[in-house]
């Protein structure tokens, strides 16, 4: 089981108890708002909001929601403009991080981002410093005792996933990033149950962490997971099981 998913299950754990007390929605919110800006407000027309609306989906966002952050991103409803910040550093151990940010105020967010890595023993880099180590892909796990897996390598491999591998106990689904609406369709007309389902930056390879490195490793993921502008953060390292347990 890769590090990157051994940190998905953590964080869309912490994402369905965010969703309690709306977090996850003000995430969500903020990708429509942005997606409707940039490419305009009828999904048919606009990859990046059908995206964003799926994971609107998953944290079960009230339509009247979803309506109002489309509006307030075109402009037809007044509402707070974001801008789009991907900052780049390292974590313990060398490991490489990618943080998305969306602020309305970059002079804020920036020292702040900047305070969370020095503060958990990371350090922030250069843009392009370390994204060249990661591939964008769908990402989707589908629980292992749902189906099976000639079932789902039919379901998914027609639909244009390019990969499929066991993980404990689930199947992840890796797609190419236009495959990625259409695989997620694609399971949930055959009633397929997805766990999780993104677009994700994937490291190519992975940096192997333990003990404090690990421990520090996590809490800088946290951290930065828990800041009111970070949207999504991406990391290459890999820690066993037994360390995450004690999370």
């Not at 890769?2 to 369905?16: E, L, P, Q, V, Y």
């Not at 969703?19 to 995430?27: D, E, Q, S, V």
């Amino acid at each position: 089981m890769s590090g990157h998913s051994k940190w998905s299950t953590i964080k869309h754990k912490k994402a369905r108890e965010d969703a309690k007390r709306g977090k996850a929605f003000t995430k969500v919110i903020k990708e429509i708002c942005v997606s409707a800006r940039i490419g305009g407000g009828n999904p048919d027309g606009n990859p990046r909001l059908r995206t964003a609306l799926l994971a609107a989906k998953a944290v079960n966002m009230p339509a009247d929601n979803i309506k109002r952050a489309i509006l307030k991103g075109t402009g037809e409803l007044p509402g707070t403009q974001y801008e789009e910040i991907t900052f780049e550093g390292y974590g313990p151990g060398g490991a490489a991080v990618i943080v998305e940010t969306m602020t309305d105020n970059k002079n804020r967010t920036l020292p702040e981002i900047r305070f969370i890595f020095n503060k958990n023993a990371g350090n922030l880099g250069e843009h392009g410093c370390v994204a060249w180590m990661f591939n964008k892909k769908g990402f989707i796990v589908v629980p292992r005792d749902k189906v099976s897996e000639e079932k789902l390598m039919d379901v998914t491999l027609n639909a244009g996933a390019d990969d499929i591998t066991e993980a404990g106990e689930n199947f992840e689904v890796y797609t190419p990033v236009d495959a990625y609406e259409g695989v997620v369709k694609a399971l949930e007309e055959s009633a397929i149950p997805v766990e999780s389902s993104e677009v994700a930056m994937l490291p190519q390879t992975e940096v192997k962490l333990e003990g404090k490195k690990a421990k520090q490793m996590l809490r800088l993921m946290d951290a930065l997971d828990d800041h009111d502008d970070v949207q999504n953060v991406w990391a290459n390292f890999d820690i066993d099981e037994s360390e995450l347990e004690n999370f």
